[in-house]
């Protein structure tokens, strides 16, 4: 059995940023497969789903959240993508979990470097569920997160997995939301 963490950040119009305390759940990997290589990106999760249905089941699931609270569904933005992926890959490669990179970096700091403008900006993490339907369930269980997904200034979103069989929590999930710079 492994643990389960989550963790949120907002940044609104340069405001304040929050976290919330990791929620122990303990998880089963009954479903794991044997991978040959240390790390497993979004880019090569399985046979049976590519890179663009993994983005299209989060982007989904997502959205359907919001629709219950009469939100307008998020679009996908590619730079929101790259911020949320390098992240991931960072803290699977390196056994952390942190919102701040092992690098120093923050969510601010990695979506600038996609050339992303913004003024409004959150970051959802979790690790340890091993599907995006249990990791949204996860987020939509806790309010930080819940209030991120279902923040109103929010107009795009960026998503990130990777998986690392030798680490602590073997999954790792990153939500980047944004509102571009108008």
């Known amino acids: ?8 950040c907002s940044l609104l119009l340069f405001g304040g940023i929050g976290a919330i305390v990791p929620n122990l759940e303990a998880t089963s990997l009954a479903n794991q497969e044997k991978q040959v290589s240390p790390v497993r990106s979004i880019g090569n999760i399985s046979q049976n789903i590519n890179r663009g249905s993994f983005e299209t089941e989060l982007l989904k699931l997502t959205n359907q959240e919001r629709q ?3 939100l307008a569904p998020l679009k996908l933005s590619s730079q929101l993508t790259r911020a949320a992926q390098s992240h991931a890959v960072d803290m699977a490669k390196n056994n952390y979990f942190s919102h701040q990179g092992l690098n120093g970096s923050s969510m601010v700091d990695r979506t600038k470097s996609t050339g992303y403008q913004y003024s409004a900006l959150g970051e959802n993490i979790a690790a340890g569920k091993a599907t995006p339907e249990g990791t949204i369930r996860q987020w939509m ?4 997160h819940r209030a991120n997904i279902l923040n109103r200034k929010y107009t795009e979103i960026g998503f990130g997995y990777e998986y690392a069989p030798n680490s602590q929590y073997r999954y790792y999930w990153v939500q980047v939301f944004g509102a571009p710079q108008r």
């Open 1 to 8: 059995m492994k643990s389960t963490f989550l963790v949120c």
């Open 141 to 144: 269980n806790s309010p930080g």
């Open 68 to 70: 219950k609270a009469g």
